[in-house]
């Protein structure tokens, strides 16, 4: 039995130490939640307008044309209010010259699952948040290690390796303020595909119908939260849902979509630091502005940033004279 184990033992270890490496040398790759975080720990203080939220804001908004105000995109794909909050909560106290919180919601996320009971295929990152950003996140496996994640795949850990250490390629696409670089309308997807695609994916993660109250309370309790934290430090608050293509819009429930409306309109007239405005169905986007049915390009994303920065100035205004 000793010697089994000693050959066992021989056997294993030359493949704990590779998988070892591996995992040391991951790390040492700047990817865009190491990029995010640093910026937040560095800089954190000087910002004065947060964009969080997912990949709506990350691609949608870019800071370069916010032009009153600081502005970092902390947005995320798949990065859900839950980590939103999170990360409020962590950098809460340096965040000294905050004035306006911006974060994107599509009405059918207020109907999303709960992050820990999310399909896998949706939360396929979300250790990089504990990892990176040194957040307490509810996950019970794969929390410490990008190796030992659900989402280690060996062949495509060696890649990105590869493509970094030997090829010299950056794994990251985000601008120096954060923005996503890299959904550029030229290199748009089929958007009737994609809405079809998107809409069928996110009734996968909603929900079922008999227990939709269940995720409205959920959603809208993490949405509170954020709200009342910007609350306490005299932040503004500012939700909107950007503009989605119709070929997803055609096949979402309209009554979902209305009472999901209808329930961040409330948190609007609830909270006096609060504002939502609804670009959902907005017709003056059309399809050049998409690079995929849920996501705007980089054409799209320069046309509303210009816009919600006007929209911000005005709403940060409004909100000054109320405080004061």
């Known amino acids: 039995m000793k010697k089994f184990n000693i050959k066992f033992l021989l056997c294993v270890l030359p493949l704990l130490v590779l998988l070892s490496l591996m ?19 560095e800089h954190a203080g000087e910002i004065e307008t947060l964009l969080l939220g997912n990949s709506h804001n990350y691609y949608g908004l ?17 990065q859900r209010t839950y980590m939103d909050l999170e990360i409020l909560k962590k950098y809460k106290n340096e965040l000294t010259n905050l004035k306006t919180i911006v974060i994107p919601i599509i ?27 040194d957040l307490d996140i509810p996950w019970t496996y794969g929390d410490y290690f990008e190796i030992n994640s659900k989402m280690f795949l060996l062949r495509n850990m060696a890649n990105t390796l590869t493509n970094y250490y030997l090829r010299h390629i950056p794994q990251t696409s985000s601008s120096e ?19 079809r695609e998107t809409a069928r994916q996110h009734e996968q993660i909603s929900f079922p119908e008999y227990e939709l109250e269940k995720g409205i309370a959920y959603n809208k309790q993490i949405l509170e939260s954020i709200i009342k934290i910007g609350q306490e430090k005299g932040v503004m608050v500012y939700l909107y849902s950007p503009p989605i293509y119709k070929s997803y819009r055609e096949l979402i429930d309209d009554e979902r979509v ?47 940033s210009k816009i919600i920065d006007l929209r911000l100035r005005g709403r940060r205004k409004n909100f000054e004279e109320q405080v004061n």
Request: hydrophobic residues 35%.
């Open 23 to 41: 995992e040391v040398l991951y790390r040492r790759i700047p990817n865009d939640y190491s990029f995010k975080a640093q910026y937040l720990n």
């Open 62 to 78: 870019d800071p370069n044309y916010f032009h009153d105000y600081n502005t970092f995109n902390a947005a995320y794909i798949v």
């Open 107 to 133: 009405p059918m996320e207020l109907y999303f699952q709960k992050i820990e009971d999310a399909p896998f295929f949706y939360n396929p990152s979300i250790h990089k948040y504990r990892i990176y950003y």
């Open 177 to 195: 303020l954060g923005w996503g670089t890299n959904f550029r309308w030229e290199d748009a997807r089929d958007l009737a595909l994609t809405g």
């Open 258 to 304: 209305n009472r999901a409306i209808g329930v961040f309109q409330e948190l609007d007239s609830t909270y006096a630091n609060c504002v939502y405005e609804n670009y959902y169905d907005d017709e003056s986007f059309v399809s050049k502005d998409f690079y995929d049915a849920d996501h705007l390009s980089d054409l799209g994303a320069q046309k509303l």
